[in-house]
């Protein structure tokens, strides 16, 4: 993908030069010397940049013949959150994460919740400056078990977020990329060594759908969690049900049917309620019923943890064990009311739960 040359882009490097420091990117390739032009291959885009332009994500820039990240150590966004509200469900229970985004994205939501820091310029947007082992710091003084990478898409801070989950992992903190996927597999395969979750968005089931959603493509993403089943990292999936764009139960089930062929019958699956958001404010919530029917048709199909997300207090925000039925860790929102796996097992009837327990 070949991305013009903006004024806003030699702003950025003018920026970058005189005021702010900046770090050489990984993933990118050489296409011709004499003119500077070079190749981004961290994500599918593959944008090709002349001198002084950025990629589609706004956030990597061709500097004289070099691609810069603009993120790193410079967050937009940092909270303490309970690792619930990822949502994960299948590590560490009722504890925190230490949660932070940079600005950028490679996607194009137009239901996007944070698009105030994913889709805006860079340059309109704050940041702070904090270095990968003051982030761990952080998260430590604060009694976070986790770092999430999360909010905006940490594909494009790739930098940023590789070096904070070494120094976590250093520490024995738990890392979390809460992510759409939108990776190349080299670059992934790097992740995979300290990443311990990856919370995957599967936005629909067709290529259509991605491509009038965010303007991306399906089969990319498909390829990353096959990966990532190969290389046997923990997935945890969520599918967020927009009225009238992806909720057709056929597409639906089609989409639980290759989630248990080609990622595993204990891949957690949440089905979630959309709200109108950004450029999606014409539509209504999704109806709970459309929840719940999903919810069946994921059930039939044999997927064991199968939850609804965005509605808090409903039952299916709980994990049941597959065996015995019985309630294993209840939910009410973000609260844990009740944890009954026992050294990764059911309490009652041992059988064994998937997931990162302690």
């Known amino acids: 993908m070949k991305i013009k040359s903006t004024f806003f882009c030699f702003f950025i490097f003018l920026i970058s030069l005189f005021s702010q ?23 599918p885009r593959e944008c090709i940049l002349k001198p002084n332009q950025s990629g589609y994500c706004t956030v990597r820039i061709n500097i004289d013949g070099k691609l810069y990240t603009l993120t790193y150590n410079h967050p937009v966004s940092i909270a303490v959150d309970p690792i619930e509200k990822k949502p994960v469900f299948h590590m560490l229970p009722a504890s925190k994460s230490f949660s932070l ?24 947007i704050k940041y702070y400056k904090i270095t ?7 998260a430590i003084e604060t009694g976070c078990q986790s770092i999430s990478y999360t909010y905006t898409e940490p594909v494009i801070f790739y930098e940023y977020m590789l070096d904070i989950a070494k120094e976590a992992k250093k520490r024995k903190i738990k890392n979390v990329m809460v992510t759409s996927g939108y990776i190349n597999l080299e670059p992934l395969d790097e992740l995979i060594k300290y990443i311990d ?86 539509l209504p919530a ?5 929840l719940e029917k999903a919810y069946k048709i994921a059930k039939e199909v044999g997927l064991k943890y199968v939850y609804i997300g965005n509605v808090p207090g409903h039952p299916y925000e709980s994990t049941y064990c597959p065996n015995c039925k019985k309630i294993l860790i209840k939910r009410v929102g973000y609260n844990v009311l009740a944890n009954n796996i026992i050294q990764g097992k059911c309490k009652f009837c041992n059988t064994k739960i998937p997931g990162i327990w302690e």
């Open 21 to 43: 420091p900046y770090k050489e990117a990984l993933f990118w390739k050489i296409l011709d010397e004499k003119e500077k032009i070079i190749q981004c291959v961290l994500c």
């Open 101 to 124: 985004a940079t600005a950028g994205c490679n996607l194009r939501c137009i239901h996007c919740q944070n698009w105030e820091i994913s889709q805006r310029p860079i340059n309109e």
């Open 132 to 138: 990968p082992q003051e982030i761990v710091k952080m």
């Open 286 to 290: 999704t109806p709970i019923e459309t």
């Open 197 to 282: 979750v990856f919370r995957v968005d599967l936005k629909g089931f067709s290529e259509e759908f991605y491509k009038k959603l965010a303007a991306g493509k399906l089969q990319p993403v498909l390829e990353m969690l096959k990966y990532l089943k190969q290389k046997g990292a923990f997935i945890e999936v969520v599918n967020l049900i927009i009225p009238t764009m992806n909720d057709d139960p056929q597409d639906i089930r089609k989409m639980c049917i290759w989630i248990k062929q080609n990622l595993s019958d204990e891949t957690p699956l949440f089905f979630s309620r959309f709200y109108p958001m950004y450029k999606l404010k014409n």
